[in-house]
């Protein structure tokens, strides 16, 4: 009888830890001078959730399944027009962030916004939760960090040859941050994707690694 209840505790154990191990990837957005900072502290610090209350704390960490640089994922902003996009994604290992963190989908609808596990509906936002403050080591579980790289030389609006000074404001504000990105993760090896647009479609690997040298050169006053 005692053998029975151990292996029915094994089952269930091992039964656990494999719907731990079903997330898939995730994404976590954001700016570039914030992910910077993500990526030297290796800190992706929860914050207290919209849903949380003194009997019922819940501490967050916010990702998604959209792998789309959308305009109204919930980031803090920079400033001039390409700043008010996410323009960093982190890559990130579902499966082994749940070995260690709780993760749910959640959406913030009304009420608690928690899904019941008998729902079907799919719901792109996914949180690491906790009942206390946490940090996530980001290196650990970091997939491939993604760059937002829209940037097209300024060009003549129209026929009085005015320019598109924004597009060449943006690209001088955010290239050093950019590159800054980007040398981190090289020397750390973590594979980089860039992205042509906000549909998060990525350049093509046979011209990535021209593009990435010329955004370095760039900084160097080369």
Not at 80 to 100: E, H, Y
Not at 131 to 151: A, C, M, P, R
Not at 201 to 209: E, H, M, Y
Request: hydrophobic letters at 35%; glycine letters at 6%; a neutral charge.
């Amino acid at each position: 009888c005692i053998i029975f209840i151990t292996m029915i505790k094994l089952v269930d154990l091992l039964k656990e830890i494999n719907e731990g191990k079903q997330v898939g990837d995730i994404y976590h957005y954001t700016t570039f001078n914030n992910g910077f900072k993500i990526l030297q502290s290796n800190q992706l610090q929860s914050t207290e959730a919209a849903d949380s209350t003194r009997a019922n704390p819940i501490y967050a960490v916010s990702f998604t399944r959209d792998k789309k640089f959308y305009n109204n994922h919930n980031i803090g902003f920079d400033v001039s027009t390409f700043g008010q996009r996410p323009q960093v994604r982190f890559t990130v290992d579902g499966d082994k962030l749940s070995n260690k963190y709780k993760i749910q989908p959640y959406a913030q609808i009304g009420g608690s916004g928690r899904f019941e596990k008998e729902q079907e509906e799919f719901e792109a936002e996914e949180r690491a939760v906790s009942n206390k403050l946490f940090t996530i080591s980001i290196l650990t579980y970091i997939k491939s960090v993604d760059i937002l790289v829209e940037y097209k030389k300024p060009h003549k609006k129209d026929l009085s040859g005015e320019y598109d000074f924004d597009e060449e404001y943006d690209y001088r504000t955010f290239a050093p941050i950019r590159a800054e990105i980007i040398k981190f993760a090289q020397d750390k090896n973590i594979p980089i994707n860039l992205i042509v647009n906000k549909n998060g479609d990525p350049w093509p690997d046979k011209v990535k690694d021209t593009l990435i040298q010329k955004i370095l050169n760039w900084v160097k006053g080369k």
